[in-house]
């Protein structure tokens, strides 16, 4: 008489939701990582067949939920992804059994720790410009997350940061003039609204026309280039005996300035005349 005293002042979904109980797999995860969440349900006071319906609610506005009868053991185990990590980096996960009036309790509460994944810049290679020419270049980056990212671009050159509203696009493209040749330093900061990535490189800017040609004043077999990164240079000698140009090797250079030697010159052979010539 007890026992239907008790149902009776708190109905069955109470006392059976009062004996399931939902558990998760792991305690802590990043963000995009998954879960299993189990949900057990024990002895059930009920009339055998009677329909009845257990539902996980994971905390991020969604939810599963599994269809049964009483009598029979419904109990599941899902997986689910956590897109993101919220505000304290927690959710709170419900377990909810709903018996065949529709009535609805809550088993237990749980919870799952998501930490953030800070953004993951590509590499910046091959960074070359001319001056006074707008350069542009493209960047991407990976994040597990489901957020909403930004960027800085500083170009190195003291001009004032670019701010890129970069929205739930994971690649995006800049430009910028520089007006004088040299190497900067080019800064490219994304932040997902937790943390900041960064990734740096160097800029080799280099003069808007090709460099004239080059004599060497060396006593060496070979020149010294002082020229645009990136640039094709041909290098010509010539002799006393021989004032015609002859192309010797082609060199790109990967600095401003590059030595080249000549490793065709044997002792006793005509004093030769370096030239570099850029290619068009």
């Not at 558990?23 to 802590?28: D, E, I, M, P, Q």
């Not at 270049?137 to 990212?149: E, H, K, L, M, Q």
């Not at 080059?214 to 280039?225: A, D, E, K």
């Amino acid at each position: 008489m007890r026992r239907l005293a008790l149902v009776f002042a708190l109905g069955t979904a109470a006392l059976n939701a009062f004996a399931d109980n939902v558990t998760v797999s792991v305690a802590r995860i990043s963000e995009g990582q998954t879960v299993m969440v189990h949900y057990q349900e024990e002895s059930h006071i009920c009339f055998p067949g009677n329909s009845q319906t257990l539902r996980i609610e994971f905390g991020d506005g969604t939810f599963v939920s599994h269809g049964g009868t009483c009598s029979g053991d419904d109990s599941f185990t899902v997986s689910h992804v956590y897109t993101t990590n919220p505000p304290g980096n927690r959710y709170t996960i419900l377990g909810i059994y709903s018996d065949s009036s529709g009535a609805q309790a809550i088993t237990n509460v749980t919870f799952i720790s998501v930490t953030n994944v800070a953004p993951a810049i590509s590499a910046l290679t091959g960074l070359v410009a001319r001056t006074t020419v707008p350069w542009t270049n493209r960047v991407t980056f990976s994040d597990p997350g489901a957020d909403s990212w930004s960027a800085t671009v500083n170009y190195g050159d003291g001009s004032a940061p670019q701010l890129l509203n970069l929205g739930t696009n994971k690649s995006f493209q800049f430009s910028h003039t520089y007006s004088a040749k040299g190497a900067y330093s080019l800064d490219v900061a994304v932040s997902d609204g937790d943390d900041v990535s960064n990734q740096s490189a160097q800029v080799f800017v280099n003069a808007v026309t090709n460099e004239p040609a080059q004599l060497s004043i060396h006593t060496l077999p070979g020149i010294v280039i002082d020229g645009a990164v990136g640039a094709s240079y041909d290098i010509q000698h010539s002799t006393l005996e021989d004032t015609n140009w002859t192309t010797s090797a082609t060199l790109t250079l990967s600095n401003f300035v590059q030595l080249w030697v000549d490793s065709e010159v044997t002792n006793g052979a005509p004093k030769r005349f370096y030239r570099a010539v850029e290619q068009p």
